[in-house]
């Protein structure tokens, strides 16, 4: 990763991090302008949702399975194998542990402001624990952040622009999905994102090491020069 985007994606994930902050402090504080916004868009969703179920049933097979926290999980352990058994170890290493860390944060944080979920007549999904963040929402903003991380440089446009697009849908799907199916408020899933982007900010611009070896040097012994045969000067 060139310096300029190190810069670029450090100060992002700095001003998420502040924002995060701040949104946590008001619903914290339960600043009414912040409820009321949020207890309109989940009763006006609700509404929509209980009127076309067919929607809703689709809303629910989304955010139950292909955007559930364990698939992206799932996906992220993928990607872990994958470049462990290629040798980038240092790369595996950091999705491994954005995946887990997110983990950790999410359930540290709802443990915290302990925000109670929509109360809604007849509901049509369920959740437990606290509302307060969205962990659908931070889970797959880290894991897709980190996927897009992981491109190499030289994929061709339409590659780069196919995954980010993916990457977009998944995000903005999946929070719509919580916000459809009355179990979250709309600021819990601003607060996911808002997290997420900075814990892919601070996994994928820590310093590490300066390079990512694709295979491991043998103690003692010069890397070969595959053409000359002899060691690589």
């Not at 999980?73 to 993928?78: G, N």
Request: hydrophobic content about 50%; aromatic content about 6%.
């Amino acid at each position: 990763m060139r310096n300029d985007h190190v810069r670029l994606l450090r100060q992002a994930g700095i001003g998420c991090a502040l924002l995060a902050v701040l949104l946590t402090a008001l619903v914290m504080a339960r600043w009414r302008p912040l409820l009321s916004f949020d207890d309109r868009v989940v009763r006006d969703l609700h509404a929509h949702a209980v009127a076309h179920p067919g929607v809703t049933a689709t809303m629910r097979i989304l955010t139950d399975w292909v955007w559930d926290p364990w698939a992206m999980r799932a996906l992220a352990a993928t990607a872990c194998v994958l470049l462990w058994w290629r040798g980038r170890r240092e790369r595996a290493l950091r999705v491994a542990a954005a995946t887990l860390v997110v983990t950790g944060v999410q359930q540290g944080l709802k443990a915290v402001v302990g925000r109670e979920r929509p109360v809604l007549p007849d509901p049509v999904d369920s959740a437990y624990f606290s509302a307060y963040p969205s962990g659908h929402a931070m889970t797959a903003t880290v894991v897709c952040g980190m996927l897009l991380w992981l491109l190499p440089r030289g994929t061709p446009r339409w590659a780069v622009g196919t995954a980010w697009a993916a990457a977009a849908v998944s995000v903005l799907g999946v929070g719509f999905t919580r916000l459809h199916l009355g179990v979250h408020w709309p600021s819990d899933v601003l607060g996911g994102w808002l997290v997420g982007v900075a814990l892919v900010a601070l996994a994928a611009t820590v310093p590490g090491p300066r390079r990512d070896h694709r295979e491991c040097a043998c103690p003692g012994r010069s890397p070969v020069s595959p053409r000359a045969g002899g060691p690589a000067r």
